[in-house]
Nanobody, 126 residues
Framework: QVQLVESGGGMVQAGGSLRLSCAAS????????MGWFRQAPGQEREFVAT????????YYADSVSGRFAISRDNAKNTAYLQMNGLIPEDTAVYYC???????????????????WGQGTQVTVSS
């Protein structure tokens, strides 16, 4: 069974940086894309960034474009989210997700993914 394990969350002051990691293990699957979502208290889970596994094409939510960067390491089956210029509005639980289906375009909604991590807390203080 495929498992996604996130790491790298924590508490940081506004303007600071964090790097999240998401490692896939435990099974063989057609990893066609990996993405990051976040969920703040009382809010719906929202798309942050995604990367296509075959060509590394990335896509970002407008709220993080220019501040966050998603990347992947094929050999390690791991995705990363480098977060710079953090603001208090970035505070949330961050979840990584992986897609195990044929991919057309760029999946930006939760239904586009098949596996989810347990989440890691990111807190940005002002």
């Amino acid at each position: 069974q495929v498992q996604l394990v996130e790491s790298g969350g924590g508490m940081v002051q506004a303007g600071g940086s964090l790097r999240l990691s998401c490692a896939a293990s435990g099974g063989t699957f057609s990893n066609t894309a990996m993405g990051w979502f976040r969920q703040a208290p009382g809010q719906e889970r929202e798309f942050v960034a995604t990367i296509r596994w075959n060509d590394a094409r990335a896509y970002y939510a407008d709220s993080v474009s220019g501040r966050f960067a998603i990347s992947r390491d094929n050999a390690k089956n791991t995705a990363y989210l480098q977060m710079n210029g953090l603001i208090p509005e970035d505070t949330a639980v961050y979840y990584c997700a992986a897609r195990d289906r044929w991919l057309v375009g760029v999946p930006t909604n939760t239904g586009g993914y098949d596996y989810w991590g347990q989440g890691t807390q990111v807190t940005v203080s002002s």
